[in-house]
Every structure is written in structure tokens, then in C-alpha cells.
């Protein structure tokens, strides 16, 4: 089982940036699909992005393509997700989750998630 602690979260104005990290430990699998989750009050928790551990490949929700970016640092077990010109419907806890299948956005198909952060993007 791999262990997840996310990081990054604050307060930040429209059109402003956040990096969020999530840091894993424990068993840390080299074909691990590591993704980025968020859950605003009253809603579902949906799939923001995912990165394959072992080539980096990625993949996106369409409403943060060429505004968010994730990336990873195995020698550091980290997965970052750089969030740019950021917009008052980005506010949500943001969760990373690891599983194996790659392309999935199903909650249900990542089994280790992390205690999430708060972003907060005010007008």
C-alpha cells in the first residue's frame, strides 16, 4: 500500500497560480498511475489529471487543459500539479490517488488516496 500526503493548497485570486505536491511513500510501484482529483461542497469528487509513474505519460479533464499541469519526480516520489490562470470554479479540496490503469478517470479505479487540500480561488 503506498501512502499519500498532498501539500500546496491556500487562498489565491483569479488568474493566479498554485502548485500542488503530493508526496508518496511506502510501495511505491514503478507502473503507478498517480492522479489529481477535486470535490467542491455538495458535489462529486471528479478527475482533474494523471501522470504514469514510470514514462510520464498524462492525461486531462477538458476544463483545465493548457491551464494545468502535471508532472513527477521519482527521486523524489513526488507528483506536482502546476495550476495557472486559475478561475473561482477551481475551488475545491484537491485529492491525489494512486492506481494501475492508466487513461481512467474512475475514482474507483484508484485505491490509496491522499487527505486532500483546500484551493480556494476568490474573484
Known amino acids: 500500500q503506498v501512502q499519500l500526503v498532498e501539500s500546496g493548497g491556500g487562498l489565491v485570486q483569479a488568474g493566479g497560480s498554485l502548485r500542488l505536491s503530493c508526496a508518496a511513500s511506502?510501495?511505491?510501484?514503478?507502473?503507478?498511475?498517480v492522479g489529481w482529483f477535486r470535490q467542491a461542497p455538495g458535489k462529486e469528487r471528479d478527475f482533474v489529471a494523471a501522470?504514469?509513474?514510470?514514462?510520464?505519460?498524462?492525461y486531462y479533464t477538458d476544463s483545465v487543459k493548457g491551464r494545468f499541469t502535471i508532472s513527477r519526480d521519482n527521486a523524489k516520489n513526488t507528483v506536482y500539479l502546476q495550476m495557472n490562470s486559475l478561475k473561482p470554479e477551481d475551488t475545491a479540496v484537491y485529492y491525489c490517488a494512486a492506481g494501475f490503469i492508466y487513461g481512467s478517470r474512475a475514482v474507483d479505479n484508484f485505491g490509496s488516496w491522499g487527505q486532500g487540500t483546500q484551493v480556494t480561488v476568490s474573484s
Open positions: 501522470i504514469r509513474r514510470s514514462d510520464g505519460s498524462t
Open positions: 511506502g510501495r511505491t510501484f514503478r507502473n503507478y498511475v
